[in-house]
């Protein structure tokens, strides 16, 4: 490990070759934990282990073989990503699975179609899109998503702040007088 950190090109190569057990590693473990990340996500989590052993490299102690402190690090970044997956994919259940409320409130005033369609071309952009797409077409955030090619927490990122702009524009319209 001294000759790869000082640089030493036969020994940058050895240690090359010995860092492509990293993908079978991440294969194995990912394996027995059912198959939770897809191959381009094992990809990726394959990048991060090698970011982290070239970063933590003046950490390893030649105590136990260089491979073993690889599985180490493979298994915790494995199972790091594992359950970020898990948490995104239970936080998009959980948001796909409330309504779009349909009826205003009772302390509000209704707007006919031509209206919400004005403030939404005054909103603009891609949140007017947004907003579109989820209340007026009844779309999912994954849908929305899809469909405006966007990760579904853009898409709910986009649709809360629209909302708030529409508020803020539904504001400054009644104290005008433009809309009832």
């Not at 947004?130 to 999912?140: D, I």
């Amino acid at each position: 490990m001294t000759r790869v950190q000082g640089g030493n090109v036969q020994a940058l190569e050895e240690f090359a070759q010995r860092l492509a057990c990293v993908p079978r590693i991440l294969a194995s473990r990912n394996a027995r934990l059912g198959r939770p990340l897809t191959a381009e996500e094992l990809q990726d989590v394959a990048q991060d282990v090698f970011v982290v052993v070239l970063r933590r490299l003046g950490d390893f102690q030649p105590i136990l073989p260089l491979e073993s402190w690889m599985f180490g690090i493979c298994n915790l970044l494995l199972r790091s990503a594992a359950r970020a997956k898990a948490r995104a994919r239970h936080r998009t259940a959980e948001l796909d699975q409330q309504p779009a409320s349909t009826a205003p409130a009772p302390t509000q005033s209704v707007l006919d179609a031509a209206q919400i369609d004005s403030l939404l071309s005054d909103l603009g952009g891609i949140e007017a899109q947004v907003l579109r797409l989820k209340h007026l077409e009844g779309l999912t955030f994954v849908e929305v998503a899809e469909r405006l090619k966007i990760s579904p927490n853009t898409a709910k990122t986009l649709h809360y702040r629209g909302l708030t702009r529409l508020r803020g524009l539904l504001g400054n319209a009644e104290g005008h007088g433009e809309a009832t």
